[in-house]
Every structure is written in structure tokens, then in C-alpha cells.
């Protein structure tokens, strides 16, 4: 089985950071992208960012130069960078993953989320 965890989030003011970890373990061969989403309440679940096997980026324009993710291959780790946060950036952040088992098979897995809440 994969599993993601995500962690790093928590209350921080206006203009404050974060960094955000998604972890994924099991018998993972590959993987070849992950996107980070946020979901705020009564709002559509949204894609804030992702990162593929090659290192190639993509950024809602929302968070265009404020947020930043990065990958450690080796220990199957994402990263979201947050820094110049906003009210507006208060959210549930999930984590999604997708890739292939050491036998094969493709997996895509979603994690549990970790709130963030920022205070104006």
C-alpha cells in the first residue's frame, strides 16, 4: 500500500510562512508527479501547485511568487514553500500523488490534508 501524510501546517499571521511536508511511504518504484490542492469552506477543492518526477513546476496564478514546492526524490518528500501569507490562503492543503509500485502498478492516493489558517 502508498499512503501520504501530509504536515506543517498550523496558524500564522498575515504575511507570515509555512512549509508544508507530504510524505509518501509503502512500496513505492516511482513517482511521477505531485500536486498540491487547498480546499477552503464552502469552495471548490482547487490546484495550488505541482512538481513532476523531472522537476517541472506549475503554479496557480494565485501563488505565483509567494509559494514555491520543491521534491526530494530520494526520500519520496514534497515540499510547499509558503511565505507572504493571506487571509485568503486559509485552507485545508491535501496533497496527491501519482506513481507506480515496485510491482507495476499505478497508484494515485490522496492524503488526509493539514489545515492552515491565516489571521489578517
Known amino acids: 500500500q502508498v499512503q501520504l501524510v501530509e504536515s506543517g501546517g498550523g496558524l500564522v499571521q498575515s504575511g507570515g510562512s509555512l512549509r508544508l511536508s507530504c510524505a509518501a511511504s509503502g512500496s513505492i518504484f516511482v513517482v511521477y508527479a505531485t500536486d498540491w490542492y487547498r480546499q477552503a469552506p464552502g469552495k471548490q477543492r482547487e490546484l495550488v501547485a505541482g512538481?513532476?518526477?523531472?522537476?517541472?513546476?506549475e503554479y496557480a496564478d494565485s501563488v505565483k511568487g509567494r509559494f514555491t514546492i520543491s521534491r526530494d526524490n530520494a526520500k519520496n518528500t514534497v515540499y510547499l514553500q509558503m511565505n507572504s501569507l493571506k487571509p485568503e490562503d486559509t485552507a485545508v492543503y491535501y496533497c496527491?500523488?501519482?506513481?507506480?509500485?515496485?510491482?507495476?502498478?499505478?497508484?494515485?492516493?490522496w492524503g488526509p490534508g493539514t489545515q492552515v489558517t491565516v489571521s489578517s
Open positions: 512538481i513532476t518526477e523531472d522537476g517541472d513546476t
Open positions: 496527491n500523488a501519482r506513481g507506480r509500485r515496485e510491482l507495476g502498478v499505478y497508484f494515485e492516493r
